[in-house]
């Protein structure tokens, strides 16, 4: 289920989520609808590095087959 929003806009609103339930300021069930949205918009965000990591693979072997590598996490910057 695409949201139609930039992967940023996706991530933004993650950010958002996850500062108001951390603030405690909403009912039980607010938190619930907000936590299931924040999955939701976390597995999209997952699926398109993916198709974007795909891609840059495929990328790479066109243009003469330069050896993909593995990228750790501590070289994301994260």
Same mark, same amino acid.
């Given at each position: 289920? @695409?949201?139609?929003? &930039? !992967? $940023? *806009?996706?991530? /933004?609103?993650?950010? #958002?989520?996850? %500062?108001?339930?951390? =603030?405690? +300021?909403?009912?039980?069930? @607010?938190?619930?609808? &907000? !936590? $299931? *949205?924040?999955? /939701?918009?976390?597995? #999209?965000?997952? %699926?398109?590095?993916? =198709?974007? +990591?795909?891609?840059?693979?495929?990328?790479?072997?066109?243009?003469?087959?330069?050896?993909?590598?593995?990228?750790?996490?501590? %070289?994301?910057?994260?």
């Amino acid at each position: 289920m @695409e949201t139609g929003k &930039s !992967f $940023e *806009e996706k991530l /933004k609103r993650v950010e #958002e989520i996850i %500062e108001k339930i951390q =603030r405690r +300021e909403t009912t039980l069930d @607010e938190m619930l609808a &907000s !936590f $299931e *949205e924040g999955s /939701k918009l976390l597995n #999209e965000c997952r %699926e398109e590095l993916t =198709r974007a +990591e795909n891609r840059i693979k495929m990328l790479i072997e066109q243009e003469g087959g330069i050896e993909a590598q593995e990228v750790k996490k501590e %070289e994301l910057g994260s």
